[in-house]
């Protein structure tokens, strides 16, 4: 599996677990990765008139000094330029030993239209804001829009959290050695990256398979396994039955946008719990989602023993308050064999005043619990998480799932799902085409179908997750919710058919 994310921390231990295994050595792996950075810079920029290569004092300047060397030994015009000497004995020192162009100061940097940029100023390493003549050569390289090639990150984001330390190189391309970094795909270093390229430098998979890490890419990969697929002598009910609740008759059509998608997702039966005054306009919409009234706990402790659902979706357009902290607390209690409950919007805010009472009942919950939180709707059950700078996001997901006992969906474009026992994945496949009014409750229906049909919570997260956003992006401009549900199908076509292939 490639889908690892390693921190900055967990790479410097990869490094050093590769230099003891061999064959390569520090220098060795630095040599790799600047033959892969050339190579690069060599095929998408072949026209290239010069190509400066800016480095800093530590490895990842080392990195740099390797591609000056490479570039220059293949005939392309090279201006290197040095932030600072490298650390004396250390393995960029012999990288700059090793190349025959003579570093100018950085202080003097400038460059020419038709220049092509290597950022090796600061990779992994970078441990506060860029300043001086490395944030003048940020400002200068982005006045001209100059193409950069950034090794390993670009300089000024860190690769831990993405965030932008001070100013930070906005690269077309960055190429990043044996696995991409949570700063690669959180924002706004996603979009700082531009394309990433991944290198290969003489770092295992076992090494990597060895660090025990946490932090994943969210792909097919992280959950087909536990993907649902009906067997043939399945039946509807076996194929998971998913309960949305409506809110009032001004405001049904959330829970509708969540039931068909929960149907879409493979759940074979799906219900619209509709308070009484609300069930003549969800009737009026509604054809294979059958309907049922449930104005109050009694009603619903009825319906539990009655049908033994299988997972509920509460929040979308249900109205904040009393009734929708009472249904939650129902659905946690019930011992009738309820596989999860996925609270969203609404159900979420209800709880802003009390977040403890609902992390207790999900701490002895049988239901699996998934939180699908927004940034406002995270800062209302978190605030202390959200207020605090010195988290990235899949930290912050993470101690709030401990926290809430449930998995949790931290939405946005760089959306990340993160499970009470550590785990977390990145969404990749984001587009802001789901920017739109009602795509959250399709993805929280997605989630409790999902959940229906038996797949374990944080895998259901993460496959809801990237159905929703790949359903989005292949149908692009124009989407609005309603099309959702319809866009996931040739994307379970193709889950399936990897599945079963
Ligand atoms: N870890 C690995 O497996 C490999 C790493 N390599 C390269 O090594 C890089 C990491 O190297 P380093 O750990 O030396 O780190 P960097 O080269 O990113 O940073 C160098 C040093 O600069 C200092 N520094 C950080 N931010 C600063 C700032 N804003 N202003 C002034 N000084 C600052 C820090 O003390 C840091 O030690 C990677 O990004 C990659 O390019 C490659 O050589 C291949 C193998
Ligand atoms: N810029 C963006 N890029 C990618 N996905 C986005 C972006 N903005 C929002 N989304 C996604 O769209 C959905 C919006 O959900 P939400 O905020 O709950 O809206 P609503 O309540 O209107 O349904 C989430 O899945 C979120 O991750
Ligand atoms: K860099």
């Not at 391309?173 to 044996?178: D, E, R, S, Y």
């Not at 785990?423 to 399709?442: C, E, I, Q, Y």
């Amino acid at each position: 599996m490639s889908i690892e994310l390693l921190s900055p921390a967990e790479m410097a231990q990869a490094d050093r677990k590769a230099i003891e295994a061999g064959p390569f050595d520090g220098m060795g792996l630095m040599r790799n990765a600047g033959a892969a950075v050339a190579r690069e810079v060599l095929r998408r920029h072949p026209g290239a008139e010069r190509v400066h290569v800016l480095c800093g004092p530590g490895n990842n300047g080392g990195d740099g000094y390797v591609v000056a060397r490479m570039l220059a030994e293949s005939g392309v015009p090279v201006s290197l330029w040095a932030s600072g000497e490298p650390r004396p004995d250390s393995d960029a020192a012999r990288a700059a030993g090793e190349c025959p162009l003579k570093p100018m100061p950085l202080a003097g940097f400038s460059a020419q239209a038709g220049s092509v940029i290597v950022d090796a100023l600061y990779g992994a390493g970078l441990s506060r804001p860029v300043d001086g003549d490395c944030a003048r050569a940020v400002e200068l390289v982005s006045a001209l829009g100059l193409p950069v090639v950034a090794i390993d990150l670009p300089s000024g984001i860190s690769g831990e959290s993405g965030k932008a330390m001070g100013p930070a190189f906005r690269a077309g391309l960055t190429v990043t050695f044996a696995r991409k970094k949570p700063g690669h795909l959180l924002m706004p270093g996603r979009e700082f990256c531009g394309e990433v390229a991944l290198a290969d430098i003489g770092i295992s998979d076992p090494i990597i398979e060895g660090l025990g890490v946490q932090t994943f890419v969210n792909c097919p990969e992280l959950w087909l396994a536990e993907f649902p697929v009906p067997g043939v002598d399945t039946h509807k009910y076996r194929r998971g039955h998913v309960c949305a609740f409506s809110g009032g008759p001004a405001s049904t059509g959330a829970a509708r946008l969540s039931a068909l998608a929960a149907a879409r997702s493979g759940a074979g039966a799906v219900t619209v719990l509709s308070p009484g005054n609300a069930l003549a306009v969800n009737a009026m919409h509604l054809t294979s989602i059958m309907l049922r009234k449930t104005d109050d706990r009694d009603e619903l402790d009825a319906f539990l023993a009655d049908r033994h659902p299988s997972a509920f979706v509460l929040g979308p357009g249900f109205g904040v308050g009393e009734k929708a902290r009472a249904f939650a607390m129902a659905v946690l209690a019930s011992q009738a064999g309820v596989g999860g409950l996925v609270l969203d919007a609404d159900g979420i805010t209800s709880f802003r005043e009390a977040p403890d009472e609902l992390f207790a009942a999900a701490a002895n919950a049988m239901p699996a619990f998934v939180l699908t939180p927004h940034d406002g709707e995270f800062a209302r059950l978190f605030p202390d998480l959200a207020a605090d700078e010195r988290l990235s996001k899949p930290d912050r997901a993470r101690q709030a799932a401990a926290r809430a006992h449930g998995v949790v969906i931290a939405k946005g474009p760089d959306t990340v799902i993160a499970a009470p026992d550590g785990r977390a994945a990145v969404n990749p496949n984001g587009a802001p085409w789901l920017a739109t009014a009602g795509s959250g409750d399709v993805l929280a229906g997605l989630v409790a179908g999902l959940l229906a049909q038996g797949m374990p919570a944080f895998e259901a997260a993460c496959a809801a997750v990237w159905m929703h956003a790949e359903a989005g992006v292949r149908f692009g401009p124009g989407l609005i919710a309603e099309d959702l549900p319809r866009a996931l199908v040739p994307v379970l076509a193709e889950l399936v058919a990897m599945r079963c292939g």
